[in-house]
């Protein structure tokens, strides 16, 4: 059974940091395009973070960089969502998800993707 399954959300004070996993099973994380999301309340989904699974480019939405680093463990199945200097307008749902084919003009365009994780809630609050 294919399967995403994130965790590493929790409470969090502005300036704080958190760090996001998504661990894979069921298929080879490394073969995959993954993509991390959120959604917060009363908002579309929104692409936050993409790395290909063939070059391991990494790219970031404008609102993130400089802050978030995604990664990878291929050992591990796992990628991750390093999130620092975060803001309140970071609480959101934050899901990842697995492309087998993702074009670079539908990286942060929710149905280009085939599997997608549960989520995992992240509040940034004083």
């Known amino acids: 059974q294919l399967q995403l399954v994130e965790s590493g959300g929790g409470l969090v004070q502005p300036g704080g940091s958190l760090r996001l996993s998504c661990a894979a099973s069921?298929?080879?994380?490394?073969?995959?395009?993954i993509g991390w999301f959120r959604q917060a309340p009363g908002k579309e989904r929104e692409g936050v973070s993409c790395?290909?699974?063939?070059?391991?480019?990494?790219y970031y939405t404008d609102s993130v960089k400089g802050r978030f680093t995604i990664s990878k463990d291929n050992a591990k199945n796992t990628v991750y969502l390093q999130m620092n200097s975060l803001k309140p307008e970071d609480t959101a749902v934050y899901y990842c998800?697995?492309?087998?084919?993702?074009?670079?003009?539908?990286?942060?365009?929710?149905?280009?993707?085939?599997?997608w994780g549960q989520g995992t809630q992240v509040t940034v609050s004083s």
């Open positions: 998800a697995a492309s087998s084919n993702i074009l670079s003009s539908s990286r942060w365009v929710p149905n280009s993707y085939n599997y």
């Open positions: 790395i290909t699974s063939s070059s391991g480019g990494t």
């Open positions: 069921g298929f080879t994380l490394g073969n995959y395009a």
